[in-house]
Nanobody
């Protein structure tokens, strides 16, 4: 079992920045990758990005590429999502997820955090 706890959501003005954190506990040694997803009201869940747990290799969705950065603090078992140049269309509930098996980082995550709201005002 892996437990994930997110923090850092909130309200920010357009053009601003925000950093989300996702602290993992439990069987963290079995994690293959950590992903970030978001879901806006009435829309499907969207892949934001992911980081390989052992190599720190990162992937990003097209809509956030160049604006968002994912990093990991191995000592704290924590993954960060730094978001810059935020726009109202970035408003969503952001969730982190842990993937325990090798494969595409776009799907098949095994554990999910509770989600944190990010609201970008215009």
């Amino acid at each position: 079992q892996v437990q994930l706890e997110e923090s850092g959501g909130g309200l920010v003005q357009a053009g601003g920045s925000l950093t989300l954190s996702c602290a993992a506990s439990g069987r963290t040694f079995s994690i293959d990758a950590m992903g970030w997803f978001r879901q806006a009201p009435g829309k499907e869940r969207e892949f934001v990005g992911a980081i390989a747990w052992k190599t720190d290799l990162t992937w990003y969705g097209d809509s956030v590429k160049g604006r968002f950065t994912i990093s990991r603090d191995s000592a704290k078992n924590t993954v960060y999502l730094q978001m810059h140049s935020l726009q109202p269309e970035d408003t969503a509930v952001y969730s982190c997820a842990a993937k325990m098996s090798v494969g595409t980082v776009l799907s098949q995550y095994d554990y999910w955090g509770q989600g944190t709201q990010v609201t970008v005002s215009s």
